[in-house]
């Protein structure tokens, strides 16, 4: 987060990662939270999960294609490489090039990747649905190729900039597994559980912090590459086919003064309490201002609410007459602001003024619909944030901090009891918080 005067945003493109000649997922910037567990069944190693993955891609491709205007043709190379190798892999100088990456070459139809780093750690750390992520986005590449996307890119660089590119093989992506959630493989399982890890394999590509709108190279931050995906898996591969930059809306951005970089974006957690008290307070009592005039939204405290421990380390207190005030356990918020980042916390903080503004307006804070109600008013807190032209505003890296939270657990999604919906995953949450930034309170139907 940060507190600046005048600086204009732009929805538009950003960068890092391959060039536009070699598209590729991105080097990874750090991956989530690693005390998440992932629980997949996966092949018994990373060379076989990439076989496969690649086999029942392609086969996905051959069945899908035609609905988009052509018939398929197979991937003419695939290339798991050794960085160490003599010689060296399709378009690139040297074997050395490939280390921590995977791309697709347009000009050599050849789909390579880091067979000796990238591709074990992904299935160390996600299982088969990390490799199946990586490869399915190059050959994501690949369609795009088969559609003359290359070759309209040439033409009209401005109209197709890398970020857009990356953004469409992240929506195939989406689609492939979507496909393969519909038509399960043997071996490659893709439910909730996968869903859910392929979005942490893309939270750990996204860009580096800073990369600003309409960089070459751009790949995407994690809040953008998430919602290209889900884009694709939801809405199938028309959506994708279909993405402009403004369409997509890309959230990226650069850091607004020398000193948000040099804390990197965040502020010191007793800083953001501050912040976050005087803003969003005044955005919640705002948000009910219509339904409850003069009412104010109550103050923030700090361990005084034991009795909603329930709900996280950020808790709604009611009183006798209405909300009584926001909470946070300082114990709690903590690890989370160090691990995550400020922003992390500010979507928790967020979610729970607008149940005190739900509260206030006589409408239900218990329920599956009041955990919902408060991702999506965190959403939407967050876009108000985005596009405020001065004071306290988002800085880079926030959105990312925000779906890392909706992917770690259902903190976020907890009514003023502590329960959420079982039926909803951290994918959902992604998708809920997703309906409120771009579409605000409105969006939310409550």
């Known amino acids: 987060m940060r507190v600046l005067t005048a600086l204009l945003v732009a929805l538009t493109v950003l960068s890092s990662g391959c060039t536009q000649v070699v598209p590729g997922i991105g080097v990874a910037a750090g991956p989530p939270d690693p005390s998440v567990p992932v629980d997949v069944a996966s092949p018994g190693d990373a060379g076989a999960a990439a076989e496969a993955a ?3 891609v392609q086969d996905f491709w051959r069945a899908e294609f035609p609905a988009l205007g052509g018939q398929w043709t ?3 190379t695939f290339a798991g490489i050794s960085p160490a190798a003599a010689d060296p892999p399709p378009c690139v100088e040297r074997a050395a090039d490939v280390a921590d990456q995977a791309y697709y070459c347009p000009s050599a139809d050849a789909v390579v990747w880091d067979a000796d780093g990238l591709v074990p750690a992904l299935f160390d750390e996600f299982g088969h649905v990390g490799v199946l992520v990586v490869l399915a986005h ?15 890119q040439a033409r009209d660089p401005q109209r197709y900039p890398t970020i857009l590119l990356e953004a469409m093989a992240d929506c195939y992506t989406g689609v492939a597994l979507r496909g393969l959630a519909d038509r399960p493989v043997a071996g490659l399982p893709v439910g909730p559980v996968e869903r859910d890890a392929a979005l942490r394999t893309l939270v750990g590509f996204r860009d580096p912090l800073g990369v600003a709108a309409g960089d070459e190279g751009a790949h995407g931050n994690a809040f953008d590459r998430l919602s290209a995906f889900q884009a694709g898996y939801e809405g199938g591969s028309g959506r994708c086919a279909a993405m402009t930059v403004p369409e997509r ?4 951005v650069r850091f ?3 000193d948000d970089l040099a804390r990197a974006g965040d502020l010191p957690l007793r800083d953001l309490l501050t912040a976050v008290e005087r803003d969003a307070r005044a955005w919640a009592t705002e948000l009910a201002s219509a339904r409850a005039p003069g009412w104010n939204a109550p103050p923030l405290t700090v361990d005084v609410c034991p009795d909603a421990a329930a709900q996280g380390p ?6 006798p007459s209405g909300p009584a005030g926001v909470d946070v356990e300082i114990a709690e918020l903590t690890p989370l602001h160090r691990e995550l980042g400020d922003f992390a916390g500010a979507t928790l903080l967020s979610g729970r003024y607008a149940l005190a503004a739900l509260a206030a307006t006589g409408t239900a804070v218990e329920g599956a619909g009041a955990g919902h109600a408060a991702v999506c008013l965190a959403g939407a807190y967050a876009g108000r944030l985005l596009l405020a032209p001065d004071g306290f505003r988002l800085s880079p890296g926030d959105l990312d901090e925000a779906v890392q939270v ?3 657990d259902d903190t976020a999604a907890r009514d003023v009891l502590g329960r959420s919906d079982p039926a909803e995953r951290g994918y959902e949450r992604v998708a809920r918080y997703e309906v409120g930034l771009r579409g605000g309170p409105a969006a939310c139907a409550v």
């Open 138 to 152: 190059e050959i994501g590449h690949a369609v795009q190729s088969r559609l003359g996307i290359d070759s309209a």
């Open 74 to 76: 197979d991937v003419a």
């Open 54 to 56: 690649i086999t029942a």
């Open 256 to 258: 607004g003064s020398a």
């Open 314 to 319: 950020a808790r709604l207190c009611l009183g």
């Open 406 to 408: 909706l992917l770690t």
């Open 249 to 252: 809306g890309f959230t990226q």
